[in-house]
């Protein structure tokens, strides 16, 4: 199946400090990806849909100055947590669309668990 | 409003014994229905995808149906492993716009 990586896997950063996080697809291009975030035993919460060369659509509630998102390339989405605080700890997953088919399929990255302490 | 409900919530399983996870839905307009399985720290991996017209697919000893009818479907797991524990996970799509409705997951657990 198609790959999808993140980088870094794990970060533990002091409050106030921002952290990027880098969303890959391996072997196809994707026009568009999405950023999640998971708290324990939570289901996935989209915050946002990354669309290359355009601007990031973002979940209501979510706030665009504090999530920056940039797709400035078919196989790179970087997500940057600004001014990151301990509510911002959390495990952050981004996906795919990989078009064609019958049907547009997406694929996860391996996520990024994220401390701020 | 688009949900996805799972059941049950978790369950515990011996080593080599069957079990069948559920999965309700209320998505529409409805393009196709996955399931996933999440390892604790890590993203969720495809299991199977189904369309409209498909109500059964296999995955080595997964097997997914779907009713599109009555809008459910089951995961079936045969002969369960220690490995087979994990989060699985009922993704619905939306059809015409990528977005994708989650259940919160059937928390498995296989003990020897």
């Known amino acids: 199946g198609a790959v999808v990586s993140q980088h870094p896997s794990w970060v533990i950063c002091k409050s106030g400090t921002s952290v990027k996080i880098e969303c890959r697809s391996l072997?196809?291009?994707?026009?568009?990806m999405f950023w999640y975030r998971q708290f324990p035993k939570q289901s996935l919460m989209l915050m946002a849909t990354?669309?290359?060369?355009?601007?990031?659509?973002?979940e209501q509630g979510v706030e665009k100055d504090k999530f920056l998102i940039n797709h400035a390339s078919l196989t790179l989405s970087t997500l940057t947590v600004t001014s990151a605080h301990p509510e911002d700890s959390s495990f952050y997953i981004c996906?795919?669309?990989?078009?064609?088919?019958?049907?547009?399929?997406?694929?996860f990255g391996p996520g990024t668990r994220l401390t701020v302490l | 409003k688009n949900q996805v409900e799972q059941s049950p919530q978790s369950l515990i399983i011996l080593e080599g014994k069957n079990c069948t996870l559920q999965?309700?839905?209320?998505?529409?307009?409805?393009?196709?229905l996955r399931w996933y399985k999440q390892d604790t720290g890590r993203g969720p991996v495809s299991l199977t995808i189904?369309?409209?017209?498909?109500n059964t697919k296999s995955n080595g000893r997964y097997t997914a149906t779907l009713d599109a009818d009555t809008k459910q479907s089951s995961l079936h797991i045969t002969a369960s492993q220690l490995s087979d524990s994990a989060s699985y996970i009922c993704?619905?799509?939306?059809?015409?716009?990528?977005?994708?409705?989650f259940g919160k997951g059937n928390q498995v657990v296989v003990i020897p």
């Open positions: 996906s795919a669309i990989r078009t064609g088919g019958s049907y547009n399929e997406q694929f």
């Open positions: 072997d196809f291009q994707a026009t568009t």
């Open positions: 990354s669309n290359e060369g355009s601007k990031a659509t973002y």
């Open positions: 999965c309700n839905y209320t998505v529409s307009p409805f393009s196709n």
């Open positions: 189904m369309t409209f017209s498909e």
């Open positions: 993704v619905v799509s939306v059809y015409g716009n990528n977005r994708l409705a």
